[in-house]
């Protein structure tokens, strides 16, 4: 394996050495820049301490979006702006609690869930455990619980860690990641689970239902919490929803099996927002000079959900983007193409902001809905470059998926090889999905993530209720934005713009 990989080196690097080999002055520049003289903690304090949770249409939402405009105009980009996109209404809530109150009293571990109506007041009332999972499951239990608090998830067993909570990759985990693997299907349940989510809602409000109880994932007091009900203002409300600690729900069930009268009180202050239905993104430049019509962009998404301060996700993406263009613009010299940098809203509700862009700029299907749908390229399509993403939370940068591009391997490679003293090191032909460099794939735009060390991502921080300041890795986000600006650099400089998949069909 190793060997073939040098002689694929050996053969293109001819080829490679006039347009695509690093400029080795200007990655030496970016390197000092980044290494002594970096903001990058600073601008994640800004996002995550100043502005807060962040939810997609919310007040800190919109907060975080002009104060990270504002501060990428003090960098020195130019036209930092606000650009729209339609969303629906916003949400926000400062205050839950749920306790029980008999057989035992205590005080639970509670979020409500996004989108959820509040109460009126404290809610008392008898909780009723059911499997609400199929529509089949809602009208076999219509007439059933009228006035009840609902618990419809199934309990989760939990188990003890088997493994670190924390984690890097070694050589043996790089080399497995180089090898290419068929990509699975992509994920289609989505439409359902909106579908179902729309029953269930229309249910419990039918029903008279108090409130709705579920289960959080995670463990050990780190739990995760998403949404219950919309932000689309067609589609029915629901009732008050929350998420506890799996270990709190979990007795509860347990007590419920043991035909224990058990019941809560459900206290959730929320908000909706219906004045302004679009959602923003934030955007800047660094303008280019000989090619300055054509632009390469980098982006992460700045939205998160709202049980923390969204440190990991994704704070850490959009503060290494930021710091990564601070550093270009620090070294005094213009790119050729422009370098944009866009902070994205809606990602966790589906890649919303970066597809409303993309259709705006680059390309769209006739029907949003239907991705067999015709595609209609716009002008501004010829001429970008690339997107690169970073959204895998705090971890220092391994290397890049080429998301089956195989004329950007060789390119790739060549730019990372002064980075692999500092960790940077694959190329892997990979497919990545699930962020927002798929928004630029999905139409032919040369779209790449980074392939990132996990850290604690998915055992301690992805969505959860302790995603904040103290996870994030300094000196892992500094190595970040020295690859990215490294990486962007060459992608502004080249020649030509990077090459490209064939369009979708």
Partial sequence: MKARALFFVLITAPALHAADSPDLQIVTRIRQEGFRNSKVMEIAAGIVDFVGPRLTGSPNMKKANEWTRD????????????????????????????????????????????????????????????????????????GTFGGAILMISEPRELKPQDKAAFERYDEMGLEKLAVYEIPAP??????????????????????????????????????AVQS???????EPIGVPSVALAPEQYNRIARLLDAKK??????????????????????????????????????????????GSTGATDNAAGCAAMMEAVRILKSLGIAPKRTIRIALWSGEEQGL?????????????????????????VKP???????????????????????????????????????????????????????????????????????????????TRTHHTNWDSYERLQREDLMQAAVVVATVVWEAANRPEL????????
């Fill in 71 to 142: 501060k990428l105009t003090e960098l020195g980009l130019a036209n930092a702006h606000l650009e729209s996109w339609q969303f629906g209404r916003g949400w926000s809530s400062d205050y839950a609690s749920v306790r029980m109150l008999s057989p035992d009293a205590q005080q639970l571990y509670a979020i409500p869930l996004a989108w959820s109506p509040a109460t009126s007041g404290p809610l008392r009332g008898s909780v009723k455990r059911v499997k609400l999972e199929t529509k089949e499951d809602l009208e076999k239990n219509k």
């Fill in 186 to 223: 992509r994920d289609n349940t989505r439409a359902g689970r909106r579908e179902f989510r729309k029953a269930l809602a229309q249910f419990a409000m039918d029903e008279k239902i108090a409130a709705i109880v579920q289960v959080g994932r995670g463990d050990g007091g780190t739990f």
């Fill in 228 to 234: 219950s009900g919309t932000w689309r203002d067609d």
């Fill in 261 to 306: 009268n058990v019941e809560l009180e459900v206290d959730v202050h929320a908000q909706f927002y219906g004045e302004d239905l679009n959602s923003y993104n934030t955007i800047a430049e660094i303008p280019g000079t000989d090619k300055k019509g054509e632009v390469v962009m980098l982006g992460a998404h700045l939205d998160s959900w709202h």
């Fill in 352 to 376: 919303l902001g970066s597809h409303g862009y993309v259709a705006q700029h680059f390309a769209a299907r006739t029907d949003p809905k239907d991705a067999k749908s015709a595609l209609i």
């Fill in 380 to 458: 501004e399509h010829a001429k970008i470059s690339a997107y690169f993403n970073l959204d895998n939370g705090t971890g220092k940068v391994r290397g890049i998926y080429a998301q089956e591009n195989a004329a950007v391997v060789p390119i790739f490679t060549s730019w990372l090889e002064p980075l692999h003293d500092i960790g940077a090191t694959i190329v892997t032909m990979r497919n990545t999905q699930s962020t927002d460099h798929i928004a630029f794939d999905d139409v032919g735009v040369p779209g790449f993530q980074f392939v990132q060390d996990e850290i604690e991502y998915t």
């Fill in 498 to 505: 990077l090459p490209r998949k064939p369009l979708p069909k």
